[in-house]
């Protein structure tokens, strides 16, 4: 398995790992992923990986013998490991992985909407597409076999109740919750927007505010100048891991990012959106973005647009709890819950039918 959507991949692993399979997870040295799969105890290996997409020509040389490097790892990892099946979600460092197990079945996850260079190369010699939505298709060459299973959830996400997760914030049932936040590094952009926000804000409503551990120091300090009263439904963290699906379950409305979990997320918990595509990944991100927007269950802002329209925004769609709710049903709408299971069950057919070729050989 190699993941450039790595929770994806990761709501997929801890289905197959209630089946007797041998599991391995490639990823690149230094990876964020690195430190996540060490704590479900994953059999784990590294190689060396760089993009090529958007980088200069001074980078460009270096980046092109890493990949070669890596490619010549992979291949002594898939000779040593000899897999059955090659899954992967996509990034930079799939495509040696991918070319080292050549001769193995693959199956590849394509998270948002439009599937990225790194993906659009893995797709040419993929055995099986699956996708998010069907709105994927249109990217991808008609002869292929595509599936559109959902975004596969994590158990951590899904475990929470909207009461669950009202008390373990020590929300208030009584108040609407709004959630922010910027992706896994935070987003300086929101963060910036919202604090002048804030005061009126928490007059009619909670919020759970996710500002990203870069920007932790700005938002403490920004939280000593809140007055007492309105300080009890202000809840900020820098980051969260575990707690990521009570913050969404106990939300009446978010804003955040278009990135590719918010068409699994977004959906499971019926949670409308102002979503805010990250202009340097403004292609994949709004074409996320206008899917859920044209789906009913959410409005995009770009990011300049943050300092003159949150406030109003927000403020419009908290006093209007009607147009909440067919947000809501919107999005309740697009939901795949079963995501996770129905790719394992893809990976595990795709396995047997290897089996079974295998032993008919033999025979």
């Given amino acids: 398995m190699t993941g450039g959507g790595i ?152 475990r929470w109740t909207r009461e669950a997760a009202q008390k373990e914030f020590n929300l208030s049932a009584d108040l609407p919750v709004l959630l922010v936040f910027g992706g896994s590094q935070g987003a300086r952009s929101i963060n910036q927007a919202l604090f002048p926000c804030l005061p009126a804000l928490l007059q009619k409503a909670q919020v759970v505010h996710i500002s990203g551990t870069d920007h932790w120091e700005e938002t403490s300090a920004f939280v000593q100048g809140l007055d007492n009263s309105l300080g009890e439904r202000y809840h900020p963290f820098p980051y969260l891991h575990e707690n990521m699906g009570a913050a969404l379950a106990a939300a009446d409305l978010v804003v955040c990012r278009a990135g590719a979990s918010t068409l699994g997320e977004l959906p499971y918990f019926s949670l409308p959106a102002i979503l805010v595509p990250y202009p340097y990944a403004w292609r994949y991100q709004k074409t996320n973005a206008e899917h859920l927007v044209k789906a009913g269950g959410a409005l995009i802002m770009r990011d300049e647009e943050l300092p003159g329209m949150l406030r109003e925004t927000i403020s419009k769609l908290l006093a209007h709890p009607d147009q909440l709710e067919k947000m809501k049903a919107a999005m309740r709408a697009q939901a795949t819950p079963d995501a996770a299971q129905t790719v394992a069950n893809i990976i595990r057919n795709l396995y047997e039918t290897k089996q079974q070729k295998g032993a008919q050989i033999h025979d």
């Fill in 7 to 158: 929770y994806p991949a990761l709501a997929v692993l801890q289905t197959l790992r209630k089946d007797p399979l041998d599991i391995l997870w490639v990823g690149s040295e230094g990876g964020m992923e690195n430190e996540l799969i060490s704590r479900l105890d994953i059999p784990f290996k590294t190689i060396s990986a760089a993009g090529l997409h958007g980088v200069g020509l001074a980078r460009l040389p270096g980046n092109l013998r890493q990949l070669w490097r890596g490619y010549r790892q992979a291949r002594h990892i898939i000779a040593d490991f000899q897999p059955d099946i090659f899954f992967s979600t996509g990034g930079y460092l799939s495509v040696p992985v991918a070319l080292a197990a050549k001769n193995t079945p693959q199956i590849v996850f394509i998270p948002d909407i439009e599937p990225g260079l790194a993906l659009k190369v893995l797709i040419r010699s993929a055995d099986q597409v699956l996708t998010s939505t069907t709105e994927s298709e249109r990217f991808i060459p008609s002869h292929k076999n595509v599936i559109a299973s959902g975004y596969p959830l994590r158990e951590e996400v899904t």
